[in-house]
């Protein structure tokens, strides 16, 4: 069965950091390109960025560039999304998913909120 | 970036009956590989979204075959054949042809 599991969400005031984490099992993870989608409060969904399997490209969206990074441990099976210089509007759920040119594995969630 | 438009952006449906809903993009999704990425996902209240259709007419392992998917180039449609109760849900087009992957803004298919 596949899982992924997001964690690391939560209130953070604007101009702080978090890092989310997905732990992922019930497929080969170092073998896929994986993504985190966000969905922001009674919105839809916006892709955020994305991985190759063995780490050497990233892809972002170009209202997180610079700010947010993506990366992966195979080993762990798990990908993360440091989120930097928080904003009100990053203001979402955080789900990761297989990226197979459109998510076909999704985990539950984790949301966060950007407030003071 | 490439605009998906989706309509309309809420679908009043009967059970049982037929249901389509319409997915445009600003440029074309063929790809240089000859595939043209475009997913339908829905995500019913609750829930995470799961993907129903990906390159435009194949449908994931598990799902109804009420569920079509149909198009070329920059317009494509979803069609349910027969409404049932648990369809109630939003349903997003998605492009994967062109960085970065980008979302119709949904539409809201209600009893």
């Known amino acids: 069965e596949v899982q992924l599991v997001e964690s690391g969400g939560g209130l953070v005031q604007p101009g702080g950091s978090l890092r989310l984490s997905c732990v992922a099992s019930g497929f080969p993870f170092s073998n896929s390109w994986m993504s985190w989608v966000r969905q922001a409060p009674g919105k839809g969904l916006e892709w955020v960025a994305n991985i190759k399997p063995d780490g050497s490209e990233k892809s972002y969206v170009d209202s997180v560039k610079g700010r947010f990074t993506i990366s992966r441990d195979n080993a762990k099976s798990s990908l993360y999304l440091q989120m930097n210089s928080l904003r009100a509007e990053d203001t979402a759920v955080y789900y990761c998913?297989?990226?197979?040119?459109?998510?076909?594995?999704w985990g539950q969630g984790t949301l966060v909120t950007v407030s003071s | 970036d490439v605009v998906m438009t989706q309509s309309p952006l809420s679908l009043p449906v009967t059970l049982g009956q037929p249901a389509s809903l319409s997915c445009r993009s600003s440029?074309?999704?063929?790809?240089?590989?000859?595939?043209?990425?475009l997913s339908w996902f829905q995500q019913r209240p609750g829930q995470s979204p799961r993907r129903l259709i990906y390159?435009?007419?194949n449908r994931e392992s598990g799902v109804p075959d009420r569920f079509s998917g149909s198009g070329s180039g920059t317009d494509f449609t979803l069609k349910i054949a027969r409404v049932e109760a648990e369809d109630v849900g939003v349903y997003y087009c998605m492009q994967a042809t062109h960085w970065p992957w980008t979302f119709g803004q949904g539409t809201k298919v209600e009893i």
């Open positions: 440029q074309s999704l063929v790809h240089s590989d000859g595939n043209t990425y």
């Open positions: 998913g297989r990226d197979t040119r459109g998510l076909d594995y």
């Open positions: 390159k435009v007419s």
